[in-house]
């Protein structure tokens, strides 16, 4: 069982704003500054779109943001785009006997 | 830019040795965890394994009875070997780098993935 839980499926209207929760059910879940989210369209490896919580890599749209409150770490998608439509994955290092946990993931459905 | 890029056997039989190795290009194996990652068919991600390029390794405890990751900084190469497959074990395998850092957190670059059957 993931440390982490997402919401199988979330959906939106293009232009709309969504956003996928992942909750930590562990306390030692790294001090949980360490979470990350990846994106992955069918058949291609994930990418990297937000790490430590809240930072954008070089490249990735500022649509994509990331938030924590308490032990429930949140990637928000702004002004939805067909192109948005894929699965999500949240992920951190953990201080618990499982070194790196993923959530299992939520698919974006972009109506 | 770095590059990472999976091979090894499409193809396993129940119980023997799954080993595939990840070469990485464009830059160095050095000062950065390195992770196995797999994904069964339809389903979600699942961590298997770190190595540091100094040599040392933590793994997923469900697996942690069969599996060995190392690495090869000469060939700038890391490699898994996953023993007594199953069916259970089909999986599209991703190695992929962690950002650098004292710690393993976000993985930032990923290889194309290798699929991987486990049958007779």
């Known amino acids: 069982q993931s440390a982490l839980t997402q919401p199988a499926s979330v959906s939106g209207s293009p232009g709309q704003s969504i956003t996928i929760s992942c909750t930590a059910t562990?306390?030692?879940?790294?001090?949980?500054?360490?979470v990350s989210w990846y994106q992955q369209h069918p058949g291609k490896a994930p990418k990297l779109m937000i790490y430590?919580?809240?930072n954008r890599p070089s490249g990735v749209s500022n649509r994509f943001s990331g938030s924590k409150s308490g032990n429930t770490a949140s990637l928000t998608i702004s002004g939805l785009q067909a192109e948005d439509e894929a699965h999500y994955y949240c992920?951190?290092?953990?201080?618990?006997?499982?070194?790196?946990?993923f959530g299992g993931g939520t698919k974006l459905t972009v109506l | 830019q770095v590059q990472l890029q999976e091979s090894g056997p499409g193809l396993v039989k129940p119980s023997e040795t799954l080993s595939l190795t990840c070469t990485v290009s464009?830059?160095?194996?050095?000062?950065?965890?390195w992770s196995w990652i797999r994904q069964p068919p339809g389903k979600g991600l699942e961590w298997i394994g770190y190595?540091?390029?100094?040599?040392?390794?933590n793994y997923n405890p469900s697996l942690k009875s069969r599996v060995t990751i190392s690495v090869d900084t000469s060939k700038s190469q890391f490699s898994l070997k996953l023993s007594s497959v199953t069916a259970t074990d089909t999986s599209v395998y991703y190695c992929?780098?962690?950002?650098?850092?004292?710690?393993?957190?976000?993985?930032?670059?990923w290889g194309q993935g290798t699929m991987v059957t486990v049958s007779s």
């Open positions: 992929a780098r962690h950002t650098g850092g004292s710690y393993p957190y976000a993985f930032d670059i």
């Open positions: 464009g830059g160095s194996i050095s000062s950065h965890y």
């Open positions: 190595v540091y390029y100094s040599g040392s390794t």
């Open positions: 562990s306390n030692d879940v790294g001090g949980y500054n360490s």
């Open positions: 430590d919580v809240s």
């Open positions: 992920g951190s290092y953990t201080t618990s006997s499982t070194p790196w946990a």
